[in-house]
């Protein structure tokens, strides 16, 4: 019987401890190298988003001002419709246009026609008013003045460069009712129809681009605003379509679509009335803000305040150094 030689059995193959954690550790150094990069690729494009939904907001501003030769009322103390009301036909959402109750007695509790109608205008959103950087919720849950699913807005149009107040002006403030900016709030009125004409008031009228006297490629005309959780600053409430807080004791909340460039961008600190009224984003270093001419610029959060109170007025004569910005 032939010798037989035992043939020595293959050793198993496969990652030793070491060789493993090795692995890991690459991988995650990998993971840590791209991630920074991937997240800045996502919010380039979101600032692209932001910056062409505030391109549209012009657009929407520019045609309605060549329709009725003037600029909309920023805000219609008295009814609770706004700039962004006005707007609705001129950004291809003219299926909410047309359910704006102008000219109609109501709010948004019972239930006639116009109340609907008032609830269905805060409920919708128009994502042409949303920042896509922004985060948090899209509507708020809670019911805030009747109204429960009330839409949020990213852009607030710009009021002046001298406004402190989010009410109407005292002796001491200036509210938004005597900015010096493009958008004015109105005392009550009866707003018969989208051109903003007041019942035997002939003289309320919104601005035209001719009052625009810095030029419109020096004056802003509308900025991001920052959604702020309730708890931190229960007041900054930036609502889009129908604003019944408006008119609360003849007008006290107008920063739900009008915003100052009297204080600095991205505040931090105890919230006060400078927060619901200032600017803001969730952009790193800065925002965006369109300006009279329909152009979007990204300014700088460190804006000095003698340029930012310059662009946030529509007739002081100032010469503005386009690097400024």
């Known amino acids: ?6 043939t020595p059995k293959s050793e198993r193959s496969g990652f030793t401890l070491v060789e493993l954690l090795v692995v890991i ?9 791209l991630l920074p990069a991937v997240q800045a690729a996502r919010e380039a494009a979101r600032r692209v988003h932001c910056s062409n939904n505030l391109k549209q907001i ?11 030769r003037r600029i909309p009322w920023g805000a ?5 419709l706004s700039w962004t009301t006005d707007i609705l036909g001129f950004i291809e959402q003219t299926a909410l246009a047309d359910i704006v109750p102008y000219g109609e007695p109501g709010g948004p509790t019972g239930g006639l026609p116009e109340s609907q109608r008032f609830r269905q205008l805060a409920q919708t959103p128009v994502m042409t008013f949303r920042c896509p950087s922004q985060y948090g919720p899209i509507a708020f849950g809670e019911s805030i003045d009747q109204i429960p699913g009330r839409v949020l807005n990213s852009y607030l149009g710009i009021g002046g460069g001298n406004v402190d107040s989010d009410n109407y002006s005292t002796s001491t403030t200036t509210g938004f009712d005597r900015g010096d900016g493009v958008f004015l709030a109105t005392d009550f009125c009866h707003i018969v129809n989208a051109t903003d004409r007041c019942d035997n008031v002939p003289e309320q009228r919104g601005k035209a681009f001719a009052d625009i006297l810095d030029g419109l490629s020096n004056t802003a005309m509308v900025g991001e605003t920052r959604y702020i959780e309730f ?3 229960g007041i900054c409430d930036h609502f889009s379509l129908y604003h019944p807080d408006i ?8 920063s ?4 100052s460039l009297r204080y600095g961008f991205n505040l931090k600190g105890a919230p006060s009335a400078r927060d619901e009224i200032s600017l803001g984003s969730y952009h790193p270093g800065g925002l965006h803000i369109l300006m009279c001419d329909g152009s979007v610029r990204f300014v700088n959060e460190a804006m000095n305040d003698e340029v930012r109170h310059a662009i946030g007025s529509r007739a002081q004569h100032e010469v503005i150094d386009a690097s400024q910005f």
Do not use: R
């Not at 657009?59 to 001002?65: A, D, F, I, V």
């Open 231 to 233: 708890d931190e600053c």
């Open 1 to 6: 019987m032939p010798l037989t030689i035992p």
């Open 247 to 254: 008119d609360v004791g003849n007008g006290q909340d107008f």
């Open 256 to 259: 739900e679509v009008l915003g």
């Open 76 to 80: 219609k103390g008295g009814w609770g």
């Open 58 to 68: 012009g657009l929407g501003l520019h045609n309605y001002e060549s329709t009725y």
């Open 25 to 33: 550790a690459i991988i995650g150094v990998m993971v840590g190298l």
